[in-house]
């Protein structure tokens, strides 16, 4: 029998963060852009605790775009052309009714993006959902080395494995100090701008990706720590069956979950799937 958590409370609070934010020097011609390329539906009560059954989400598959002077990054690369297949590939209770709109790889070619400025495609993880759309972009997929082997052995990274063949694998490694409460960091171009931590514990190498924006805006891209905003603001958990479910350790997830409610007051807080978190954050599709 599986323990009943429904009564339980939500997460303690956890002290705010006081200390001043890391330095960045993000360059001025540094720009941030959201390319939404479709959703699944998902209801509430399997996304947080305390969610409704009657409300059904549009879970969002979107990739994000860094332009940066020293060569530009997505995050996560949204659906593909191929999305359909990659769906049925799943086992059938995974399967969810999906829109597709407009792919990266569409988008750049409406909006006349030169695709030589992309360094690759940092994935937060190897989910079927986050890399799908890699199989219509051949460019380096960026990973480290406890996603690369989470996506060699687990169920959870098969699609990823058919995809990931054609491409160029560029491994990083935390070789930074602390940032923000996280044990190591990866600092992408050096300046500060673009912040990768581990976030183990969704998948063995997820990971959080923060960003600094030269108007002094901050985001956190935080993959599927959480896969709605309700869960930080709420301090709501994944209901224990889709935390042993979907997760690979629980208890770093909650720890990383304190780690980013701490710091809500202090940037924009993105969960990969909440479609309302990408507010702001401009389309590159005009």
Same mark, same amino acid.
């Given at each position: 029998m599986v323990p009943d958590d429904t009564r339980m409370s939500p997460l303690p609070i956890p002290s705010?963060? &006081?200390? @001043?934010? @890391?330095?960045?020097?993000?360059?001025?011609d540094m720009a941030l852009y959201q390319l939404p390329t479709g959703t699944y539906e998902t209801r509430a009560i399997f996304a947080f605790k305390g969610g409704?059954? %009657?409300?059904?989400?549009?879970?969002?598959?979107?990739? &994000?775009?860094?332009?940066?002077?020293? =060569?530009?990054? /997505? *995050?996560?690369? =949204?659906?593909?052309?191929?999305?359909?297949?990659h769906i049925q590939a799943l086992p059938r209770i995974e399967r969810a009714p999906h829109q597709l709109g407009n792919t990266v790889s569409e988008q750049f070619k409406a909006n006349d993006y030169d695709q030589s400025c992309l360094r690759g495609v940092l994935v937060t993880h190897s989910h079927?959902?986050?890399? !799908? =759309?890699?199989?219509?972009?051949?460019? @380096? *997929?960026w990973i480290n080395e406890g996603e690369l082997q989470y996506a060699g052995q687990s169920k959870g990274g098969r699609v990823f494995r058919e995809i990931s063949g054609s491409h160029r694998i560029h491994q990083y490694e935390f070789r930074?100090?602390?940032?923000?409460?996280? @044990? !190591?960091?990866?600092? &992408?171009?050096?300046? =500060? !701008?673009? &912040?990768?931590v581990p976030a183990r514990g969704h998948t063995t190498g997820s990971v959080i990706t923060f960003v600094a924006l030269p108007s002094g805006q901050r985001y956190a891209? *935080?993959?599927? /720590?959480?896969?709605?905003?309700?869960? *930080?603001?709420? %301090?709501?958990?994944?209901?224990? $069956? $889709? %935390? $042993?479910?979907?997760?690979t350790d629980p208890q770093l997830?909650?720890?990383d979950m304190l780690r980013m409610i701490a710091l809500a007051g202090t940037m924009h807080i993105v969960p990969s799937h909440d479609v309302s978190a990408y507010d702001g954050i401009p389309l590159l599709l005009n």
């Amino acid at each position: 029998m599986v323990p009943d958590d429904t009564r339980m409370s939500p997460l303690p609070i956890p002290s705010a963060w &006081v200390e @001043p934010l @890391p330095e960045a020097a993000p360059p001025s011609d540094m720009a941030l852009y959201q390319l939404p390329t479709g959703t699944y539906e998902t209801r509430a009560i399997f996304a947080f605790k305390g969610g409704s059954f %009657r409300d059904k989400r549009p879970f969002a598959a979107t990739s &994000v775009l860094i332009q940066h002077p020293q =060569g530009d990054l /997505l *995050i996560d690369a =949204g659906f593909g052309s191929q999305v359909d297949a990659h769906i049925q590939a799943l086992p059938r209770i995974e399967r969810a009714p999906h829109q597709l709109g407009n792919t990266v790889s569409e988008q750049f070619k409406a909006n006349d993006y030169d695709q030589s400025c992309l360094r690759g495609v940092l994935v937060t993880h190897s989910h079927w959902d986050h890399v !799908s =759309g890699l199989d219509d972009l051949q460019l @380096p *997929i960026w990973i480290n080395e406890g996603e690369l082997q989470y996506a060699g052995q687990s169920k959870g990274g098969r699609v990823f494995r058919e995809i990931s063949g054609s491409h160029r694998i560029h491994q990083y490694e935390f070789r930074g100090g602390p940032y923000l409460g996280f @044990p !190591s960091s990866y600092d &992408v171009y050096g300046d =500060g !701008s673009v &912040v990768v931590v581990p976030a183990r514990g969704h998948t063995t190498g997820s990971v959080i990706t923060f960003v600094a924006l030269p108007s002094g805006q901050r985001y956190a891209f *935080i993959g599927d /720590l959480t896969w709605q905003l309700d869960a *930080i603001v709420h %301090r709501a958990e994944r209901p224990l $069956m $889709m %935390r $042993m479910l979907a997760d690979t350790d629980p208890q770093l997830v909650r720890e990383d979950m304190l780690r980013m409610i701490a710091l809500a007051g202090t940037m924009h807080i993105v969960p990969s799937h909440d479609v309302s978190a990408y507010d702001g954050i401009p389309l590159l599709l005009n």
